[in-house]
């Protein structure tokens, strides 16, 4: 089996993909910084293993990391080993820290964030609409970063003060980029910034998913105060990382498909249609690491050796022929059925997916009413990728508003 490096400048994910996916459902790869795992990268080879109790999140299972052989300072630790949440833990553990998040994440009660979610797009349509005609926007940094991240901020109770220093360590956090000699103190710095927002809501408790955490805990639920502060951690993370990228790749198709953001506009193919496209065509979401192998595990005509990690490659099973027909490449929202799996299958799919849907059905639609005539400063293929593994996300979205 042929090893395939993933990129660490992420500079063609698209080429990446394909290249995953001809690999077969199981492709060889490593990882920035030389480590070796295995990718799963066919749709229903995905499906099966995200639900296969073979497969389990405990690292203390991964070989290379029993030998030693990953260091602390390795780039993506924080995303291999994050600490005890929910991301970590199967079974028994998992149900009970995903419960306390789904429960505060369902359908009907992320509904009743839609007015808070649109008077918050408003305001930024409002600063832009102000904007000198002509003048390059970055939509990125003005639009598409501020709503996800105020919203998930509310609901977990993070004070708005604290955003600019979080964009600056979760940048860190995501990015292949970052020095070895800086990541130990970046972790210990978030671990220090989430702390502290727990102990502030320990002591002054409010309307929120944090505070509710805290009480929980306190009512029996056992919650410990790592897996408090790792959850909060996870969740405004995951919470805004998605919902940017999601915006961004959504416009990006759009401008790039001028007949078929015509059909969108005029009202002929619904804004769902739209979002539920783009995370099949150009997910948010390019790798999910990592998993663990508790016995050999047959995929496809090979098999995942008991001991080694796996990463989900969404980017490649996004695009797979077997599941999405000769098509699967192209950009179509007129696509039916879409049956994506960008929040993952099976009892680890994102408890967030709801709330980002909604975000996006807001933003997108509110977004073009106030500027149909929207165009990229740059052309799409000119658009930079962030050395980020697990995220597909620009560095910025210049656009001019017209």
């Known amino acids: 089996m042929t090893r395939i490096a993933l990129d660490p400048f992420v500079t063609d994910l698209d080429g990446e993909s394909v290249r995953l996916r001809a690999a077969g459902p199981l492709a060889e790869v490593e990882l920035p910084g030389g480590v070796h795992c295995y990718a799963v990268t066919h749709h229903a080879e995905a499906r099966q293993l995200l639900t296969d109790s073979r497969v389990v999140k405990d690292i203390n299972v991964w070989n290379a990391w029993q030998r030693g052989e990953i260091p602390m300072d390795w780039p993506l630790i924080g995303l291999a080993n994050p600490g005890r949440s929910m991301l970590t833990v199967d079974g028994t553990d998992h149900r009970r820290l995903r419960t306390l998040v789904a429960q505060a994440l369902t359908v009907k009660r992320v509904e009743r964030l839609r007015a808070g979610i ?69 972790m210990a710095d978030l671990g220090a910034l989430f702390t502290r927002i727990v102990d502030a809501k320990r002591e002054n408790p409010g309307d929120d998913l944090t505070s509710a955490l805290i009480a929980a805990s306190e009512d029996g639920d056992h919650l410990t105060d790592e897996e408090i502060v790792n959850t909060l951690q996870l969740i405004v993370a995951a919470g805004h990382e998605t919902t940017i990228s999601l915006i961004v790749n959504a416009v990006v198709a759009l401008q790039s498909h001028p007949e078929q953001r015509k059909q969108v506009l005029g009202g002929e193919v619904p804004w769902e249609n739209v979002i539920e496209e783009t995370l099949r065509w150009n997910t948010p979401t390019s790798h999910v690491l990592i998993r663990f192998a508790t016995e050999d595990v047959e995929v496809g005509d090979k098999v995942l050796p008991k001991g080694e990690a796996l990463i989900v490659s969404f980017g490649a099973l996004g695009r797979d022929e077997a599941q999405y027909g000769p098509t699967a490449g192209d950009f179509d929202v007129s696509r039916s059925p879409n049956r994506h799996i960008a929040f993952g299958h099976g009892p680890h799919v994102c408890p967030g997916a709801a709330l980002s849907r909604l975000e996006a059905g807001v933003a997108l639609p509110a977004l073009y009413e106030r500027f149909p005539d929207l165009e990229l400063a740059v052309p799409a293929s000119e658009l930079r990728n962030k050395p980020i593994v697990t995220q597909n996300d620009l560095y910025d979205l210049p656009v001019e508003l017209g």
């Open 118 to 186: 649109e008077a918050l797009t408003t305001a930024s349509l409002d600063r832009l609409s102000a904007l000198p005609r002509g003048e390059q926007v970055d939509l990125k940094a003005e639009f598409a970063y501020p709503l996800p991240m105020n919203v998930i901020s509310e609901l977990m109770g993070v004070d708005g003060a604290d955003h600019p220093r979080l964009k600056e360590l979760f940048e860190k956090f995501f990015s292949t980029q970052t020095p070895p000699e800086e990541v130990p103190q970046m």
